[in-house]
């Protein structure tokens, strides 16, 4: 098992431009989320689905929308980058629910200039 | 509010000693409690997860107590090794329908050789 992927693992973009941080898991988990991390901040929750079809928003959803169409892949799209979504992205999965242990994928470091 | 504070924020020891993170929460209900390691660069790992009624659980030199009634938790480290820098986060499962998971901001630990 690869366990959870993201792709890619750093990326620089420029204020207004778009992109796509993608994240696969092969472990057939139900639930999937996606978090960013600044520095001296516990990670906070952008986006998150409970099932293919299925998400809904986090603490820090603005900016960011997401969608599920398999149970596997759970991409994070950026609309209109800005310079404060500058961080590091985890992808994480679990069995149903944060309830189970989550396992992170190994991040994404974006910058936007 | 519910929140997952750590302390210390950081933390040099020599190699081969011990050392004790601690973490107090006011995440209300509560669910479960875990501990994850992140190395530089890489994604959260677990080490341990516990419930309600667990007051310790051991993860090979990583040892995770609990108590439940004063919100505390503390993770100690035995005969500390190079490979244990990394920063050790607290996360709490819980609130009002048990679908919240609260970071901690983490603490940054280095083994000095």
């Known amino acids: 098992n690869a366990g959870v992927t993201q792709t890619p693992k750093f990326q620089v973009l420029k204020t207004g431009q778009s992109m796509t941080l993608q994240c696969a898991q092969d472990?057939?988990?139900?639930?999937m989320s996606w978090y960013r991390q600044d520095p001296g901040m516990g990670l906070r929750l952008i986006h998150y689905?409970?099932?293919?079809?299925?998400?809904d928003q986090g603490e820090v959803p603005n900016g960011y929308n997401v969608s599920r169409s398999t149970t596997e892949d759970f991409p994070l799209r950026l609309l209109s980058a800005a310079p404060s979504q500058t961080s590091v992205y985890f992808c994480?999965?679990?069995?149903?629910?944060?309830?189970?242990?989550?396992?992170f994928g190994p991040g994404t470091r974006l910058t936007v200039l | 509010k519910n929140q997952v504070e750590q302390s210390p924020q950081s933390l040099i020891i020599l190699e081969g000693k011990n050392c004790t993170l601690q973490?107090?929460?006011?995440?209300?209900?509560?669910?479960?409690l875990r501990w994850y390691k992140q190395d530089t660069g890489r994604g959260p790992v677990s080490l341990t997860i516990?419930?309600?009624?667990?007051n310790t659980k051991s993860n090979g030199r990583y040892t995770a107590t609990l108590d439940a009634d004063t919100k505390q938790s503390s993770l100690h480290i035995t005969a500390s090794q190079l490979s244990d820098s990394a920063s050790y986060i607290c996360v709490v499962s819980g609130g009002e329908y048990g679908n919240k998971l609260v970071f901690g901001a983490g603490t940054i630990l280095r083994v000095k050789s």
């Open positions: 689905s409970v099932g293919a079809g299925i998400t």
């Open positions: 516990m419930t309600f009624s667990e």
């Open positions: 973490c107090n929460y006011t995440v209300s209900p509560f669910s479960n």
């Open positions: 994480a999965s679990s069995y149903r629910s944060v309830g189970y242990e989550q396992f």
């Open positions: 472990m057939n988990h139900e639930y």
